[in-house]
């Protein structure tokens, strides 16, 4: 974990220390190492079929599926919601680099990525092949993210806090689970990076169960901090990723990190995160 110390916290009186996932592997790193993890200890169990998956224009996911695909020797192919942009931007272009297909699917197709009929539809026109959903976020995805409170450590601050960026829910899920296995006395912040109202939190409780209900207290999603959907941005966010990279030393990203960083910043200011507080936000990766 790096400590991170400047004018700002240290005015507001609250520490911050940022898990480093982006460090763990340079090209499976962030949260998709451990949501891919176990889902390709089954898919090598499996016979190394063909994957396919969806994402965005900005997916990171894609952009790890596709890195995990040339270095375990199976195929991929990607579903990307909306036109290819050409030329293509630098996650699609090294996903394809990696040699993952990519196709275009209409919006109102991907509205569908779910419905059985449509799933049905796919497998007749592609044979043989296994499924991840968006953002890889399944059951295995969500055993895979226990095992990031593993490296979370507090000192002594009053009130602790974990902070995430939340696209799908998985990781969250994942880390209240492990969270409550090694009782780490922590309250979850999500940051939704997505413009969609409710739907955050009911992925979560969808994707960790009875679990979420039942520690209710021990996280919250935040919808205010989107800048007007997944991948969307304006240049006061774009301000602020510069000066936090240029005063931290850790590079950011406007799709997830960037919002999460800059949320926690505006809850700080807004006396939402009182003094004393000591809070550990993840670093999920995504290229800077």
């Known amino acids: 974990m790096q400590a991170v110390d400047c004018e700002f916290l240290r005015a507001a009186g609250v520490q911050l220390k940022v898990l480093r996932l982006d460090l763990v592997h340079p090209d499976l790193g962030g949260n998709k190492w451990f ?22 224009a900005w997916s990171n996911h894609l952009r790890a599926l596709a890195a995990a695909g040339r270095h375990y020797g199976f195929s991929t192919l990607g579903f990307v919601r909306g ?7 630098p996650v699609l272009q090294f996903a394809a680099d990696c040699g993952m297909e990519l196709r275009p699917l209409s919006r109102s197709d991907y509205r569908r990525k779910q419905d059985p009929d449509f799933l049905a539809a796919l497998y007749r026109e592609l044979g043989e092949h296994q499924l991840l959903p968006e953002g890889g976020s399944n059951a295995l995805a969500v055993q895979g993210c226990r095992e990031i409170a593993d490296f ?23 880390l209240l689970q492990g969270a409550v296995d090694l009782s780490l006395n922590a309250h979850i912040l999500g940051f939704s990076v997505l413009k969609a109202p409710g739907y955050m939190a009911r992925q979560v409780q969808s994707l960790a169960g009875p679990l979420a209900a039942r520690e209710a207290e021990r996280w919250q999603i935040l919808e205010d901090y989107h800048f007007g959907g997944y991948a969307r941005r304006k240049p006061e966010l774009d301000r602020f990723i510069s000066d936090f990279s240029r005063e931290s030393g850790i590079g950011l990203e406007p799709v997830y990190t960037g919002k999460l960083f800059y949320g926690l910043w505006q809850e700080i200011r807004q006396g939402s995160i009182a003094p004393g507080s000591e809070i550990v936000a993840i670093h999920t990766g995504g290229c800077h």
């Open 152 to 174: 979370i450590e507090f000192g002594s601050g009053q009130q602790r806090i974990i902070a995430l960026a939340a696209g799908t829910g998985a990781t969250l899920a994942g």
């Open 83 to 89: 036109e290819l942009p050409r030329p293509l931007n």
């Open 35 to 56: 949501k891919l993890a176990p889902n390709i200890e089954a898919i090598i169990a499996a016979g190394k079929p063909r994957v396919l998956s969806f994402g965005g």
